[in-house]
């Protein structure tokens, strides 16, 4: 079955029936037997290829929770469902539709859109109107400083994604007789939240390296042309080229260093996987460094999918057209397993019970362990870095992950 039909089929799994509201208004929307979620997510513009990603793993959540019996409260089973919105990819239109949501369809439990510039938009709405929300897909470290009490997310902050390539080159470097001071980094980040977010812990950590930013380079949003950037990367040969741009930026990127043939000993971009650049560019792409909030090789496990690999092939299943699977949709499954897990202890439909569950949550699943901050972020899990080697992605970095050794000097072949 294609994406696109996956897409149209998950509407019609999302879209609630029209029903009595059994909840009391403190407490979730209670349909019957089913627990009603919500969602405003992106299926089309820029965000889209991603949104359709954690679509699919909302959905993947759902159907796994269902099937093992629902949800248990007081001593009944509950079926769980979700409402979805496309928000255009538009911060407004979330904002917009997180109000039709809690005020038209009464939903009392939310999941949260793609991309940080949307969560932003939606966290205020939820928070004024006291709506938890379990977020999988905004990153921005900026999310965690506003006081927010309702949001909690899966996933580790944005500061973090490309602060691993620079540790690595950094130790790359020492074990061939060099200082990490000696490093040229070159920086190419889209003027948007989370890329911003990303920028910061790469600065961060070349500071600590005393490494030399050569080109630090905000690129427009929606971005389709980097060549001007990659221009000066030729021309001053750094060590280490840093990306960010969500899956468009990553395409471009990969796009365009193709056509330029460039030649950098080590290249880390974010959204590798989402973009599909291994299926688009081939071996150009090899040695590329991709941060992860998931990889199927890693070692984690729970009672509703088993280990990582074992996700990995019911994902593959259910979903046709998925080589690898993006991590985007890895943790959408997971913030719905939060749910459910939140709920069950909770024991109740009560909103502010189950955000204060949501608040004590420390569990461990397929994609990794959760526990939150007081300031709603999850602490208990760290990125990884996977390396394109002849075309496969493999856990490089940290050493406690690594399947495979790294490959440096990158070998592309163009």
Same mark, same amino acid.
């Given at each position: 079955?294609? !994406? ?30 089913? !627990? ?43 079926? &769980? ?35 940080? *510039? ?20 905004? *990153? ?5 400083? @506003? ?22 080159? =950094?130790?790359? =470097? ?14 190419? #980040? ?28 905000? $690129? ?56 599909? !650049? !291994? ?14 909030? %998931?990889?199927?090789? $890693? ?9 990582? =690999?074992? #996700? ?18 890895? @943790?959408?499954?997971?913030?719905? $397993?939060? %749910? ?5 202890? =909770? ?12 608040? *004590? ?10 526990? #939150? ?27 406690? %992950? ?5 490959? %440096?000097?990158?070998?592309? &072949?163009?």
């Amino acid at each position: 079955m294609s !994406i696109h039909s996956k897409f149209v089929g998950a509407l019609a799994f999302g879209v609630a029936a029209t029903g009595l509201l059994l909840a009391t208004p403190a407490g979730a929307k209670v349909e019957g037997d089913e !627990i009603v979620l919500g969602s405003a997510i992106s299926f089309t513009g820029k965000y889209s290829t991603n949104g359709i990603h954690a679509k699919n793993g909302y959905n993947l959540g759902v159907k796994r929770i269902n099937e093992m019996g629902g949800v248990k409260v007081g001593g009944k089973a509950y079926k &769980m469902k979700i409402i979805y919105y496309d928000d255009e990819s538009t911060p407004l239109r979330t904002a917009q539709l997180a109000e039709r949501l809690i005020n038209q369809d009464g939903v009392k439990y939310m999941l949260g859109p793609y991309s940080s *510039a949307t969560t932003k938009a939606i966290a205020p709405i939820t928070e004024k109107y006291k709506i938890p929300m379990v977020e999988a897909e905004g *990153a921005a470290r900026s999310l965690f400083t @506003q006081g927010y009490k309702y949001m909690f997310c899966v996933i580790s902050t944005s500061e973090q994604y490309l602060a691993s390539a620079i540790a690595l080159a =950094a130790e790359l =470097a020492e074990k061939n007789g060099k200082k990490p001071s000696d490093l040229k980094v070159a920086m190419a #980040f889209e003027n948007d939240p989370f890329s911003l977010d990303v920028r910061a812990g790469v600065v961060d950590d070349t500071k600590k390296f005393k490494m030399k930013v050569v080109i630090d380079d905000k $690129l427009p949003r929606d971005l389709s042309d980097m060549a001007a950037t990659l221009t000066k990367v030729k021309a001053v040969k750094p060590d280490i080229l840093v990306i960010s741009g969500h899956s468009k930026g990553a395409a471009t990127a990969a796009r365009q260093i193709k056509e330029l043939k460039i030649e950098v000993p080590m290249i880390a971009v974010t959204h590798c996987e989402a973009a599909k !650049i !291994i299926d688009k560019f081939g071996p150009s792409t090899n040695g590329y460094l991709c941060p992860t909030q %998931w990889a199927e090789t $890693l070692s984690y496990k729970d009672k509703y999918f088993g280990t990582a =690999a074992d #996700f990995d092939k019911t994902f593959k299943a259910t979903y046709a057209g998925y080589k690898n699977v993006p991590y985007q949709a890895a @943790q959408a499954t997971a913030a719905v $397993l939060v %749910w459910k897990d939140a709920i069950e202890r =909770a024991q109740a439909f009560d909103v502010e019970k189950v955000r204060d569950a949501l608040a *004590a949550t420390d569990m461990q699943t397929f994609y990794g362990n959760i526990k #939150f901050a007081k300031e709603g972020n999850n602490v208990a899990k760290p990125m990884v870095l996977r390396q394109i080697q002849n075309g496969k992605l493999n856990v490089v970095a940290p050493s406690k %992950w690594a399947s495979h050794p790294i490959d %440096w000097p990158r070998k592309a &072949m163009y």
